[in-house]
Each structure stands twice: as C-alpha cells, then as structure tokens.
C-alpha cells in the first residue's frame, strides 16, 4: 500500500512572498514519480510539477520549485513570489509501479493555500 | 487541444434516483480515470480503463455503480439508485498511456453532485 499524508490543512501567505507546503509519503517501491497538482475554486486540477524519484536533482518549474528528500520520504513545493493566482487546494500525489496494475496515483487530503493582497 | 470535458457540471437528485456522469478525454488518451472527491479531500479512484477495458475497478461499489467506456473514447459513469453519502465531486481524467506510471494524468472541471 501507498499513502501520502499533507498534515497542513490551510496556510496562507501575503502576495510576493515565499510559501513552502509539506508533503510526506510512503511507499514500498522503488521507482514511482511524485507529483503536485492545483485545484482553484472552479475545481480543474492542474498538475503544478512533478519529479522522478530517482533523479537527485529536485524539479522546478518557474515561480515553483520542490525539495525531495528520498531517505526521509518527504516532497515539498515551495513557492515563490506568490501571486494571488497561486490561491487554491494544492495536493501531494504518488504513483508508482505495482506489478500487474500498471499504475496507481495516490492523493493526499490537500491543503487550501490563500495569499493575501 | 480541447482538455477533458465533462458534463453535467452540476446535478441535484434525490436520493435513490438513477444519475449518469459523462467523459470525453483528451483526443488520442488511451487510459481513462473516474474519481470520487469528497468535500474536503483528496480523490479517490473508482475505475481505470486501458482502451475499453477496466483495468483497476477495485474501489467501484459494484451494487449501485457501473462505468463503461464504449469503443475505447467517451466513458459513462452511472449511479443506481443514489445515497447521500454519494454526494461528491467526480472527476474524469485521461492519459496518454503510453509510458505507464510515469504518464501525467489532466483533469476534466467535475460533476458535482449533492443527492437530496
């Protein structure tokens, strides 16, 4: 079994700062991909980023960036610069490869990021 | 590149009423999700299809859901008859199934339903 725990439910952060939100997880395989989406208020999740468990070099996309800890089981996102754009549920997900089903994307409860003008 | 649609986006019923979810993926995406997403939560799957077949139905309450997806593109998902306890968003997702598990998955809007 898999699991992905986001222990944050809320966090709010004030336009152009840095925000860093916490994901842990927890699988049994050895090659799985991490990933962060974002869902607005009108609810169209949009993948954020996403990084390969076994590549050392943490991924980054623009404004967005993670720091992945292997050994600790630990995916965080951080933002920066935040916009008020940035306003919505962010989740932690985890797909890895279970022999015979291919693959399985695991979600975490999400935490409801505000910024704040 | 028109996304995942879906529809209806919203639908009230009253509970042990019969209500059907519709998905078109993206055009080209073999592999097709349903999700359930309670308030507050992260989804769940119910289904996956690879092409027509359902791969991975493990989590779909077989007694009162039932899913197909025809010739390998649109899917339906179907409800019968409804609780309240099915009130939820669901989400219809697809993938290119190309590259397995490491595959992006892209997100319809959702069908939120609140069953009366």
């Known amino acids: 079994a898999q699991t992905v725990t986001q222990s944050q439910p809320e966090m709010s952060v004030q336009e152009a700062e840095t925000v860093t939100l916490s994901c842990t997880y927890d699988?049994?395989?050895?090659?799985?991909?991490l990933f962060w989406y974002k869902q607005p208020p009108s609810r169209q999740m949009i993948l954020v980023i996403r990084?390969?468990?076994?590549?050392?070099q943490n991924a980054t996309e623009n404004r967005f960036s993670v720091n992945f800890q292997k050994a600790a089981k630990s995916f965080s996102l951080k933002i920066s610069d935040s916009q008020l754009g940035d306003t919505a549920m962010y989740f932690c997900?985890?797909?890895?490869?279970?022999?015979?089903?291919?693959?399985?994307?695991?979600f975490g409860k999400g935490i409801t990021l505000s910024v704040r003008p | 590149e028109a996304g995942v649609v879906q529809s209806p986006r919203y639908k009230i019923i009253e509970k042990k009423q019969p209500v059907a979810f519709w998905c078109n993926p993206i055009?080209?995406?073999?592999?097709l999700y349903w999700y359930r997403q309670n308030l507050g939560q992260g989804p769940e799957l119910l289904i996956r299809?690879?092409?027509?077949?359902?791969?991975?139905d493990s989590q779909l309450p077989k007694d009162r859901f039932s899913a197909e997806r025809l010739k390998g593109v649109d899917s339906t998902l179907k409800i019968q008859p409804a609780e309240l306890g099915d009130s939820a968003v669901y989400l219809c997702?697809?993938?290119?199934?190309?590259?397995?598990?490491?595959?992006?998955?892209?997100f319809g809007p959702g069908t939120r339903l609140t069953v009366l």
């Open positions: 997702a697809s993938s290119s199934g190309l590259v397995k598990f490491t595959d992006t998955q892209y």
């Open positions: 699988t049994s395989e050895n090659n799985y991909y």
């Open positions: 990084q390969e468990a076994y590549k050392q």
């Open positions: 997900a985890l797909s890895s490869f279970f022999t015979g089903a291919n693959s399985k994307l695991t």
């Open positions: 055009s080209g995406h073999n592999t």
């Open positions: 299809y690879e092409n027509e077949e359902a791969v991975d």
